[in-house]
C-alpha cells in the first residue's frame, strides 16, 4: 500500500542526501539537493541563468522568509528596481532551483541576491568580499553605484 511508497521516498531521498554530502556538500547544501529530488540539473541550471539574464536586480526569495522580507524593504528604501523569484511557489520547481543556486553560488540561504548578474550574497550575508550581502554593502557604500551601474536605480 502506501506505506512501501512512503518508505521507497525516504530511502531515495536519504540517498540523494548521502551522495551529495560525499560529493563535498555541508549538511545544508545536501539538505537542499535532497529536498529537491531527481530533477534534470542542465535544465534547472539555464531555467537560473534565464532568470539572472533577465533583469538588472534579481532576488530569489521565500515569501516567508525575515531575510528575503528585509531585503525587499531596504531595495525599496533605496528605489531599486529588482525582479523576484519565489522558490515557494511551487516548492516543486523551487526546491531544485534552490539546490542549483547553493552549487552555483556556495550558499543555500534566501534571499539570493544578484546584481548585474553578479551573486552579491543575501540580506546580511554572502560567501566572501566579493558577495557579503546588500546590508554590508549599503554600510561599505558599494550597493547604491552597483544597482545604478546596471541601471537598476535612477540616478
Same mark, same amino acid.
Given at each position: 500500500?502506501?506505506?512501501?511508497?512512503?518508505?521507497?521516498?525516504?530511502?531515495?531521498?536519504?540517498?540523494?542526501?548521502?551522495? &551529495?554530502?560525499?560529493?563535498?556538500?555541508?549538511?545544508?547544501? @545536501?539538505? +537542499?539537493?535532497?529536498? !529537491?529530488?531527481? =530533477?534534470?540539473?542542465? /535544465?534547472?541550471?539555464?531555467?537560473?541563468?534565464?532568470?539572472?539574464?533577465? &533583469?538588472?536586480?534579481?532576488?530569489?526569495?521565500?515569501?516567508? @522568509?525575515? +531575510?528575503?522580507?528585509? !531585503?525587499?524593504? =531596504?531595495?525599496?528604501? /533605496?528605489?531599486?528596481?529588482?525582479?523576484?523569484?519565489?522558490?515557494?511557489?511551487?516548492?516543486?520547481?523551487?526546491?531544485?532551483?534552490?539546490?542549483?543556486?547553493?552549487?552555483?553560488?556556495?550558499?543555500?540561504?534566501?534571499?539570493?541576491?544578484?546584481?548585474?548578474?553578479?551573486?552579491?550574497?543575501?540580506?546580511?550575508?554572502?560567501?566572501?568580499?566579493?558577495?557579503?550581502?546588500?546590508?554590508?554593502?549599503?554600510?561599505?557604500?558599494?550597493?547604491?553605484?552597483?544597482?545604478?551601474?546596471?541601471?537598476?536605480?535612477?540616478?
Amino acid at each position: 500500500g502506501d506505506g512501501s511508497s512512503f518508505l521507497d521516498n525516504v530511502t531515495k531521498t536519504y540517498g540523494i542526501f548521502q551522495k &551529495a554530502r560525499s560529493d563535498g556538500y555541508d549538511f545544508k547544501q @545536501s539538505t +537542499a539537493i535532497a529536498l !529537491a529530488g531527481e =530533477y534534470d540539473a542542465d /535544465a534547472v541550471k539555464a531555467d537560473i541563468q534565464e532568470q539572472i539574464d533577465s &533583469a538588472p536586480c534579481v532576488l530569489f526569495t521565500w515569501e516567508a @522568509s525575515p +531575510a528575503c522580507k528585509k !531585503a525587499i524593504k =531596504y531595495l525599496d528604501v /533605496a528605489g531599486a528596481k529588482y525582479k523576484i523569484v519565489r522558490l515557494d511557489d511551487p516548492w516543486e520547481d523551487g526546491n531544485p532551483i534552490r539546490a542549483e543556486l547553493g552549487k552555483k553560488v556556495g550558499r543555500s540561504s534566501v534571499p539570493c541576491i544578484f546584481i548585474g548578474g553578479e551573486y552579491v550574497g543575501g540580506f546580511d550575508g554572502g560567501v566572501g568580499d566579493e558577495s557579503p550581502g546588500i546590508l554590508e554593502m549599503a554600510f561599505k557604500g558599494t550597493l547604491r553605484e552597483k544597482l545604478m551601474a546596471v541601471g537598476a536605480l535612477d540616478a
